[in-house]
């Protein structure tokens, strides 16, 4: 069993920056790819990025490629996702996600594999 727990969610203006955190706890997460999905309203829950516990390797979408950055803090279990140059098209609720595998590295993560979740925390970003 994992618990998730998000937080740093706010709301910014057009151009800003907004640094998210998901402490998680339970267990080890050696085994585990780490990530972070989305969802707007009227929207289904997407995929943003992951990063691989083991080996620190990432992915990310095409759409926030360059703006975001996903790390980790081994030691204190947490997972951080920068965001830089938000737009109003990353308006959305924030999940942590956490999925047991043997994935060498990080890649796409599919929600319906996902094992554990975070409540969630939203990010608002106005023109």
């Known amino acids: 069993q994992v618990q998730l727990v998000e937080s740093g969610g706010g709301s910014v203006q057009a151009g800003g920056s907004l640094r998210l955190s998901c402490a998680a706890s339970g267990r080890t997460l050696d085994r585990y790819t780490m990530g972070w999905f989305r969802q707007a309203p009227g929207k289904e829950r997407e995929f943003v990025v992951s990063i691989k516990w083991s080996g620190g390797t990432t992915y990310l979408t095409e759409s926030v490629k360059g703006r975001f950055t996903v790390s980790r803090d081994i030691p204190k279990n947490m997972v951080y996702l920068q965001m830089n140059s938000l737009n109003p098209e990353d308006t959305a609720a924030y999940y942590c996600?956490?999925?047991?595998?043997?994935?060498?590295?990080?890649?796409?993560?599919?929600?319906?594999?996902?094992?554990?979740w975070g409540q969630g925390t939203q990010v608002t970003a106005s023109s």
């Open positions: 996600a956490a999925r047991e595998d043997r994935w060498p590295i990080a890649r796409r993560m599919a929600e319906n594999e996902v094992t554990y």
